[in-house]
């Protein structure tokens, strides 16, 4: 341990054209591993008339190499039975997840002990630079689950010595009362959930900003990155520092925020790559205003190798950022903007989610639980927002008029608006689900890159 600002100085800051060089070393060596060990990427790549060796330059990478998706690997699970795109033996094997099942299907995840350690050192880049050292303690707003989100960040936190305080198995009123009693340097949740935390201490007559906590952290859900989420997570908690941490259960948490600039996160090169695509041609992005599907390849899952990986995340990537901190890394302003799975054009403008959800949060008397339902009618989609008020008793015909003018006003579209007095939409400890697209598959729009 040092006093450094930066957890590894040397990558941390390193220019482009370096990052580049290794990257490029990297996933050449491990498109060989995956030939050489794992039948679905030998079969993948053969198919695509493609051998290791003739993955040389950054255009056979773009170009040459076949992407991998989730569905590749769900149907090697159902055929083998257990998981899909192994490459290493039931003897390498140490625990045993699954994925949150987002697009509606798990898919079973197994990691080695190397992996274990190598994926809690993830975390160590982004907690390090807000300040948390050996010695502060984390309080987890989980129960111990399958989802790997959770014990990856339990990894992590072990891997730089934070004490661990866990909150499983007890109800939300008596995790308010532990973090009063306890007071935790930093607490996990996803956003919704810490809002939640927020909200039943009030109810409860206590004040959550004398726990003292000076980190709030999580994912799953992108309001950590959202202006009104952040500011209302620090008035509730009276809390300056919020830690977002971006993943996908395939290569964990691979984008963490800096603390000098909370709007997005970096991506962590040390342990993946990352670039974008457009999600119709498959050709890369380079322009850092414009929306690309993210494409990943990660190098601490050995095990199950995710090279060239769609992950169906709408983002923006910005090569060179430059706003303090110092990190050379990639950055994704915003985070997750929305799904090319759940991609809503409403009357020609492209609606994202995230985008909704600060709107939502600009609107007074206007809560942070919201859903939206995403619908086909006389040939055309539509979507509706749900969202509860702050208040009993508030005039929700009034509230809901005030929404869709807002909507109306920023996004240049209408869109359905209904307002539900509070405590009536579920709450959910994992990541809450927002969005419910009732269109048929034939309804729903195809983007398929094909291979290459």
Known sequence: MNDDQFWNRCTQTAPREVLDAVHLTKIRHLVGWAYDHSPLHRRIYDEAGIKPADIQTWDDYHHRLPFTDKPDYVADQKASGTYGGL?????????????????????????????????????????????????????FCFDFGMWIGLWSYYWGVRNLGITVVSGG????????????????????????????????????????????????????????????????????????????????????????????????????????????????????????EQVGEHVITSYTHFAQPFIKYRTHDLVRIDEAPDHGCGWSWKHMPGVVLGRTDFMVTIRGVNVYPTAVENLIGEVPGLSNNYELHISRRDGMDRMLVKVEAVESGADLDALSTELASHLRNNLGVRLETEVQQTGTMPRYELKTKRIFDSRSEKDRPVISLGRA
């Open 169 to 288: 198995g007890v109800s939300g009123v008596e995790r308010v009362r532990q973090i009063l009693d306890r007071r935790p340097t930093m607490v996990i949740g996803t956003p919704t959930y810490l809002l939640h935390l927020a909200e039943i201490a009030d109810r409860e007559g206590l004040d959550i900003r004398k726990a003292g906590v000076r980190v709030l952290a999580g994912g799953g859900e992108p309001g950590l990155s959202v202006p009104v989420t952040r500011d209302r997570l620090q008035e509730a908690w009276g809390v300056k520092d919020l830690y977002d941490a971006y993943g996908v259960g395939e290569a964990l948490f691979i984008g963490q925020s800096c603390r000098e600039w909370g709007g997005g996160v970096h991506v962590i090169e040390d342990v993946c790559h990352s670039y974008s695509v457009d999600p119709n041609t498959g050709h890369p992005i380079t322009d850092a």
């Open 87 to 139: 490459a290493l033996g039931a003897e390498h094997w140490q625990q045993y997840f699954h994925t949150t099942g987002t697009t509606g299907h798990f898919l079973n995840e197994v990691f080695s002990r190397y992996e274990q350690n190598k994926a809690g050192s993830q975390y160590c880049y982004g907690m390090w630079d807000h300040g948390l050292r050996p010695g502060d303690s984390a309080y």
